[in-house]
């Protein structure tokens, strides 16, 4: 007994001299590249907290935006604003230093939260496709939704987020510092069985799956609007057709920038698992965590500013104007359901 004690202690003494060694690795960057870097995520992050923080202000001051299908995107800005909050400063914090400075337990902390807000804004991004597809193509089905099934959907997206953020803290994978030295993510330069099979799920779970899903909804959106368009039933529907053509678009967008912001990492993930992640170039290492984190700004580019009816929130806002001041003609695609949240206030 005394010598498998021995033999526990011994080995969780050498983890942790081996994790407090894997915190000090030099960087393979340049501090004048740390400084490129850093000066991207501050930009990106005022960015970022900027957009997000004025989407649910609107939640917040105008009561049209507070409807079931609008709290899946303020659920998205919360997302954002999560890896604005935490991630951006640490990782520019580490970059003007050179190297990661918060530690192990702050490494961990990192990736978790990183890999928490990621997760959970992918499946509000699957959420958001479902939605437009019941509203638009399917508006028999979309009219049978309820406070309850928002509510269900947007906390299986958290919950998802949450499980494959612990995991790696639990044993499945793990989180270390990357090549760049200044950020932490899933340790892919360790790539054994637990790190592939892990990474594996994770891609199938969170990319294939999510984007499946999207294209999807969205195709079937875009048939839908073409339908219209080549019979000219516009007298049949309850929308603005300019809209119409604006969700259309926005799907487009939608589904290239995912793509654009997540395929980096999935492919950096994938070559670890199937091949020799010391051929990894340096430069990829970075950019994909990098682009991961776009979404953050590019979000509110795509669901506030693309949409007519945030565009004059956002206008009645910066002049100041009161509840009664903002007159809104139409019903838009993204605030086709406007059943008064209920259940859905804990999300806002």
């Given at each position: 007994?005394?010598?498998?004690l021995e033999?526990?202690?011994g080995?969780a003494?050498?983890?942790?001299?081996?994790?407090?060694?894997e915190?000090?690795?030099?960087s393979?960057?340049s501090?004048?590249e740390?400084?490129i870097?850093?000066?991207?995520l501050?930009?990106?992050?005022?960015?970022s907290?900027?957009s997000?923080?004025?989407?649910?202000?609107?939640f917040v001051k105008?009561?049209?935006?507070?409807?079931?299908t609008?709290?899946?995107?303020?659920?998205l800005?919360f997302?954002?604003i999560?890896?604005?909050a935490?991630?951006?400063?640490?990782?520019?914090?580490?970059?003007?230093?050179?190297?990661?400075?918060?530690g192990?337990?702050?490494?961990?902390?990192?990736?978790a939260?990183?890999i928490?807000f990621?997760?959970?804004?992918?499946?509000?991004?699957t959420?958001v496709?479902?939605?437009?597809?019941?509203m638009?193509?399917?508006?028999?089905?979309g009219?049978?939704m309820t406070?309850?099934t928002?509510?269900t959907?947007?906390t299986?997206?958290w919950?998802?987020?949450?499980?494959?953020?612990?995991?790696p803290?639990m044993?499945?994978?793990?989180y270390?510092p990357?090549p760049?030295?200044?950020?932490?993510?899933?340790?892919?330069?360790?790539?054994?069985?637990?790190?592939?099979?892990?990474?594996i799920?994770v891609?199938?779970?969170?990319?294939?799956?999510?984007?499946s899903?999207m294209?999807?909804?969205y195709?079937n959106?875009s048939?839908?609007?073409?339908r219209?368009?080549?019979?000219d039933?516009?007298?049949?529907?309850?929308?603005?057709?300019?809209?119409?053509?604006?969700?259309?678009?926005?799907?487009v967008?939608?589904?290239?920038?995912?793509?654009?912001?997540?395929?980096?990492y999935?492919?950096v993930c994938l070559w670890s698992?199937f091949?020799d992640?010391?051929?990894i170039?340096?430069?990829?290492?970075?950019?994909?965590?990098?682009?991961?984190?776009?979404?953050?700004?590019y979000?509110?580019?795509?669901y506030?500013?693309a949409?007519?009816?945030?565009?004059?929130?956002?206008i009645a806002?910066v002049c100041?104007q009161t509840?009664?001041?903002?007159?809104?003609?139409?019903?838009?695609?993204m605030?086709?359901?406007?059943?008064?949240l209920?259940?859905?206030?804990?999300?806002?």
């Amino acid at each position: 007994m005394e010598d498998d004690l021995e033999t526990l202690f011994g080995n969780a003494t050498f983890n942790s001299t081996r994790d407090s060694t894997e915190m000090e690795s030099k960087s393979v960057f340049s501090q004048r590249e740390h400084n490129i870097v850093a000066t991207y995520l501050i930009t990106a992050g005022v960015l970022s907290l900027l957009s997000n923080i004025i989407v649910l202000i609107m939640f917040v001051k105008f009561k049209e935006f507070r409807t079931a299908t609008n709290a899946i995107i303020a659920n998205l800005a919360f997302t954002d604003i999560g890896v604005s909050a935490i991630g951006y400063p640490m990782s520019t914090a580490s970059d003007l230093h050179g190297s990661w400075k918060f530690g192990y337990a702050g490494c961990q902390a990192y990736a978790a939260l990183n890999i928490f807000f990621g997760m959970s804004s992918i499946g509000l991004l699957t959420v958001v496709a479902i939605d437009r597809y019941l509203m638009i193509s399917k508006p028999d089905l979309g009219r049978k939704m309820t406070n309850v099934t928002y509510t269900t959907m947007i906390t299986v997206a958290w919950v998802n987020g949450l499980f494959w953020a612990l995991m790696p803290i639990m044993g499945w994978a793990s989180y270390a510092p990357d090549p760049t030295g200044a950020t932490c993510t899933i340790n892919w330069r360790n790539n054994d069985s637990l790190f592939v099979s892990y990474t594996i799920t994770v891609i199938a779970v969170n990319f294939v799956v999510p984007l499946s899903i999207m294209v999807f909804c969205y195709y079937n959106v875009s048939k839908t609007v073409k339908r219209f368009m080549h019979h000219d039933v516009l007298e049949n529907l309850t929308l603005d057709w300019s809209d119409q053509l604006d969700v259309t678009k926005m799907s487009v967008v939608m589904i290239a920038m995912f793509l654009v912001a997540w395929s980096p990492y999935s492919i950096v993930c994938l070559w670890s698992s199937f091949g020799d992640p010391k051929f990894i170039p340096p430069a990829m290492a970075i950019v994909a965590p990098l682009f991961a984190k776009s979404s953050t700004f590019y979000n509110p580019c795509i669901y506030v500013i693309a949409n007519k009816k945030f565009r004059r929130a956002i206008i009645a806002m910066v002049c100041c104007q009161t509840q009664q001041d903002l007159t809104i003609s139409h019903t838009l695609p993204m605030t086709t359901s406007q059943a008064p949240l209920t259940e859905l206030n804990s999300f806002i």
